[in-house]
């Protein structure tokens, strides 16, 4: 290449660059997410098709305020002490109006206490604790997945109609499974004074000695089993307990056991007759979802899972806050916030403005085999808004702005 | 109630097994290569992936689909092993243990991302085994059939690696090895086959020990960790390089685990206690147990000093005035930065300073006063939690409660190091990682007061210090001058004396050193710096977790100071520079971050077995000589 090409070249190409940050710097609204994609990956790469899609679409759809979204993702290895440098970094150099994502409730309530410190507004995406809205909740964070607290509440009425008095508990040991546990007793206590917890089991998360939990739990002659074991351990579990016969005869209840993610992977050994949350996002009928649905198969060609409608929906929320504050300050987007409703494949779901939860709900139903597979039967939708404490009490926990 | 104590005794039983199949493996390779081989977990999961796919492909429902799937996957490990002795490890056979350790670590990643690459995100759930889907009836309990099989598989393969071992011409090389691979190789034994045969097994016990699990065990990427941590523990309670010990060991551990889960809750003088949340720490119990009474776990003996691989570290000179220029000139450097640098380079090097203390005071432990720590992440911690308790349980000013960091790291470091400096090489850098995991689970599980597994939040800074650049002097300042103070005392009387008790606890004794208090000492010393680096890591976050105090920050740790080179001081900053913006840096360009740093390291390790300021150093060194002569 003579030294002309060269000039030539290396001129075109720093108009290029010129062109695409001036593009950049005038044209588009850049949002922060940040999640950690390796250490969840089962949930978080249809997450990631979720939110890609819903970008693709609202930019298809003209932008907002007449710009274009651009989502800066980045992976935040699963620790708060990455997660608030990466922030940082999102925030300052990225320069990005807000942010949004996150998976675990420890990096949750990380980020959530770095936008409260720095005034940026979080939508954080899937972590499931209740402080983050609650106990730890600000000013600046909104939630939108449906919460623990909210997913076991969908689960006791279920529960309580089978008048089962003597009940067996599993769960993970971490927060997670701890609230999901304290929760589930305070409900069902209250609806159905006379039950009794007769086992209490809390493996190390990931690391569930099945075969032992499972005899364990047989010991104690259980009629109701209440479960919030996900992912692996699951897996473990219902194939110790399936051989053990420890399911006979006992009624079991098993938060998310309906989400594909974790569903799937049981194949046809399903728990078939198992009370679970999730999502029959095959036999969802409703035209948002049908939309959504099509569209998602047709670009990825690969079926949703409910991480796929965690980040469509989270990208529907910053879409829906811009539009509704009209700005990108960060006051005006907060303010729009509150009381946000918008349409998601789910339905309308509303940011409350009294804790900053969204009211999307979760599908309650019954796991069933079909064609070799688990799927969930007997389900209906159950409105998040139905499951919340009230508004005194969400006021005695949630510290004042 | 008999019957649920043998049908726990015999899932203990059934646990046992394949926990004992992997930590054979690794005992076997570190018996004869020295080599403490971090990715054998890999290897392990690398088993279940592989059993997956080849049993699929053999096909799930037939006896010999399901064993010869579950054969051909060991064997595959095998031959990778083979390919990781022969590509990476010979090549490294003399440089520090340490380093090792290092190269083993950076396959952990490589390994990671290369399932992730061919398998996929998303569990995958194993077939059951054909033939052996059900369960018998044991005193009216069912037991599956497959446990049966498993319970046997243990014995059958310490029968077979007994007969290997002391009946073999190639056992009695391998005995002959561990006892003295130098005098092996000059009667003329083929080390290098050897070495590689070994590794096959190793690799093909690790392959097997996840392949005989694909029944009870999804295949997914954290099989690794879960998976090491174990073996490690089994290998080290059972004693380095014992074959029976590590048998007895996985048994011991196995039906701990499981009469925990049997006993369930008890109630103690009214307040209930959980033994089943105990499972999460129980291993690391019995490990500090084990050590404290036993120093070379149950049936190990004190190991032969490697003739030739013993390395006298060269001796550190007196700091001179070139150095303290360099060192003013790079201060005064950071020091200007805040005046044009952007502000997330400024949080980008908070987080470098914060990581270089850190990465020092564990090369103190680890270089002059000759301690390696795997757990050094404790005191980090300590004094993460000591800061954010302070400021928000005592309601200390955040310049107050700074100061709870170093005395929580010290006070740590002061109990668990009087039990760590009665021990050397690695069964004390065991027993560190013992103490760190249980002190990690004490502040998972303290809810009420740690906030358990979602941590402390709102750990900001006082008024003043809210501006990034302030925050960032009061770091430097505190970081930097405590590196400094810790290099100081490497050359203070007191530095010397440790480094005489490294070099030759015998000889300082004699010239009335007290060895073990001043290793005591050293090891509180270093603590506390750790625990002040963890308070400033805690208020440049604004949030704490269990994760501060970790086994991967441990390791991150251990990769910044091996990075740099443990034998000279600078090293473990120019370590933790490196690390830090690598993570940060590949992170943000590649989904496949893991397996870059991995191979980033790899060539590090295979180009510049010293590190890279032990590189810069021979580098000056050569120089040097090459004026000295051209004058």
Known sequence: MDRRSWLKLSAAFGAAMFAMSGAQAQDTIKIGEMNSYKNFAAFLEPYKKGWELAVEQANASGGVLGKKIEIVSRDDNGNPGDAVRIAEELVTREKVSFLIGTFPSHVGLAVASFAKEKKVLFIAAEPLTDKIVWDQGNKYTFRLRASTYMQTAMLVPEAVKLKKKRWAIVYPNYEYGQSATAAFKQLMKAAQPDVEFVVEQAPPLGKIEAGAVADAIAAAKPDAIFSSLFGPDLAKFVREGQTRDLFKGVEVFNLLAGEPEYLDPLKDEAPAGWWVTGYPWYAITTPEHKAFADAYQKKFNDYPRLGSIVGYATVQSAVAAIKKAGSLDTEKLVAGMKGLTHSTPLGNITYRPQDHQSTMGAYVGKIGLKDGKGVMTDWYYADGAKFLPSDADVAKMRPAE | ???????????????????????????????????????????????????????????????????????????????????????????????????????????????????????????????????????????????????????????????????????????????AATQDREMVGALGVNQSGLFTGVFFLGAFLAGLGGAVQLPREPAQLMLDITVISDAFVVVVVGGMGSIGGAFLAALLIAQAKAFCIGIGDVSIFGTVFSFSKFTLVVEFVIMAVVLVVRPWGLLGKQQGVQRGAFMVEPPLYPLNQTFWIVVLAIVVLLGLIPFGGDNYLLVLLIDIAVFALFAVTLHFLMGPSGMVSFGHAAYFGLGCYGAALALLKLKLPMELALFAAPLAGGLGALVFGWFCVR???????????????????????????????????????????????????????????????????????????????????????????????????????????????????????????????????????????????????????????????????????????????GLTILVIVLAFPQGIAGFTKQVAARIGVMRREAV
Request: charged residues 10%.
């Open chain 2, 423 to 597: 021990l050397s090489g690695v069964y004390l850098a065991m027993l560190t990682l013992a103490f760190a995991q249980i002190a990690w689970s004490v502040i998972y599980q303290w809810d009420a007061f740690t906030g358990g597994s979602n941590g402390l939040i709102g750990l900001w800074p006082s008024e003043w210090l809210k501006n990034r650049a302030v925050f960032y002097a009061f770091a430097l300042v505190l970081c930097v001058g405590s590196i400094l103070f810790l290099w100081r005392v490497v050359h203070a009387p007191f530095g010397y004396a440790l480094r005489a008790g490294r070099d030759s606890a015998l000889r300082a004794d004699a010239i009335g050193i007290n060895v073990r208090r001043f290793q005591w000492f050293g090891f509180t010393l270093s603590g506390a710096f750790a625990g002040l680096a963890g308070g400033l890591f805690a208020f440049s976050k604004g949030s704490i977790s269990p994760e501060t105090l970790a086994v991967s920050r441990s390791v991150d740790g251990l990769v910044m100071v091996l990075l740099g080179g443990v034998q000279t001081l600078t090293g473990p900053v120019a370590g933790a520079a490196l690390f830090t913006w690598l993570q940060d840096s590949i992170a943000r360009n590649t989904e496949y971050w893991r397996a870059i740093l």
């Open chain 2, 1 to 175: 109630m008999l019957a649920n104590i043998v049908i726990q005794f015999m899932n203990g039983l059934a646990g046992a097994s394949s926990l004992f199949l992997v930590a054979a493996g690794l005992s076997i390779i570190f018996g004869v290569s020295r080599i403490v081989n971090f990715a054998h977990g890999s290897l392990y999961m690398l088993g279940v992936y592989l059993a997956y796919t080849l049993v699929e492909f053999f096909g799930r429902s037939s006896i010999f689909g399901f064993w010869g799937g579950v054969l051909m996957a060991a064997l595959c490990v095998g031959l990778i092993g083979v390919l990781i002795e022969i590509v990476v490890l010979r090549r490294i056979y003399r440089a520090p243990e340490l380093f090792q350790l290092l190269a083993t670590f950076a396959l952990v990643l490589v390994i990671k991302d290369a399932a992730l690459y061919i398998w996929g995100a998303e569990d995958l759930v194993g077939p059951r085994a054909a033939g052996l889907r059900g369960a018998v009836e044991i005193m009216g309990k069912r037991f599956p059939q497959y446990d049966l099989v498993l319970i046997a598989i243990g014995p059958v393969v310490l029968g077979l690696l007994w007969l290997l071992m002391n009946r073999t011409r190639w056992g009695t090389l391998v005995r």
